[in-house]
């Protein structure tokens, strides 16, 4: 008898899962989404994806919208970056190193991280407009960093329209742009206390995946 039980086991085990099966998981994904749980969505839609080894464009698409509507509802732009990482429209205005830190109120935000300015140059295109760049991710989503100046500490200021700085989560880093149309992430090596205190633009980032 133990025999026959372990024999159906095992005949079970190797008979693949019925076609309904998977598209339970996907219909069950599409159902979470729409409900606004994405972990329970992402969660069901994974199962799906690891039983049949098939994505659905359908879904993705629905995946890649709502990311999108949530990133906007919470004022960032999502650029489609392999990291999932959405950006805040840059700042207009100056601000030291602390003070850009302390608008930092929501949980997941921060100043970007030298790697995600570096994901940025290198996945958006960047397009001098005469007063800074506008940034176009692979998705089209665009946003503008604007040649802001920068201030130092005896109080002199770099020229607005022609250059600006933005801040990154180490204060030894740096994004610069020029009206060279050159953008880069510039090391900031001598005097990093005294730097803080200067002000520069920022922008905030938060990931959505």
Same mark, same amino acid.
């Given at each position: ?22 598209? %339970?998981?996907? %219909? ?5 989404? @729409? ?6 969505? @992402? ?11 098939? &994505? ?25 970056? #392999?990291?999932? *990482?959405?950006?805040? @429209?840059?700042? &207009?205005?100056?601000?030291?190193? %602390? ?13 970007? *991280? ?17 007063? +800074?760049?506008?940034?176009? +991710? #692979? ?15 005896? +109080? ?11 801040? *990154? ?6 994004? +610069?742009?020029?009206?060279?149309? &050159? ?9 990093? &206390? /005294?730097?803080?205190? %200067? /002000? ?10």
């Amino acid at each position: 008898m133990k025999q026959i039980l372990v024999i159906c086991i095992f005949i079970l085990s190797i008979l693949p899962i019925n076609a309904q099966n998977y598209n %339970e998981y996907l %219909e069950a994904a599409q159902k979470h989404l @729409q409900q606004g749980n994405y972990e329970k969505a @992402q969660a069901s839609y994974n199962v799906y994806v690891n039983m049949t080894g098939q &994505t659905s464009d359908d879904f993705e698409k629905l995946l890649r919208n709502h990311k999108q509507n949530v990133a906007k509802q919470e004022g960032f732009i999502d650029f489609g970056l #392999p990291s999932g *990482t959405c950006w805040a @429209q840059p700042s &207009t205005s100056l601000y030291s190193y %602390e003070d850009a830190k302390s608008l930092i109120n929501n949980t997941g935000v921060t100043l970007p *991280t030298p790697a995600q300015y570096r994901e940025l140059i290198d996945n958006c295109k960047w397009r001098w407009t005469g007063t +800074g760049f506008k940034v176009t +991710g #692979p998705n089209g989503n665009s946003l503008f960093f604007a040649a802001n100046g920068a201030e130092y500490g005896d +109080g002199s200021k770099a020229k607005k329209g022609k250059r600006g700085y933005y801040w *990154t989560s180490d204060a030894y880093f740096v994004l +610069g742009i020029y009206d060279s149309r &050159t953008v880069q992430l510039l090391v900031i090596t001598n005097s990093s &206390t /005294k730097k803080r205190s %200067e /002000k520069r633009s920022y922008c905030l980032c938060k990931i959505f995946k």
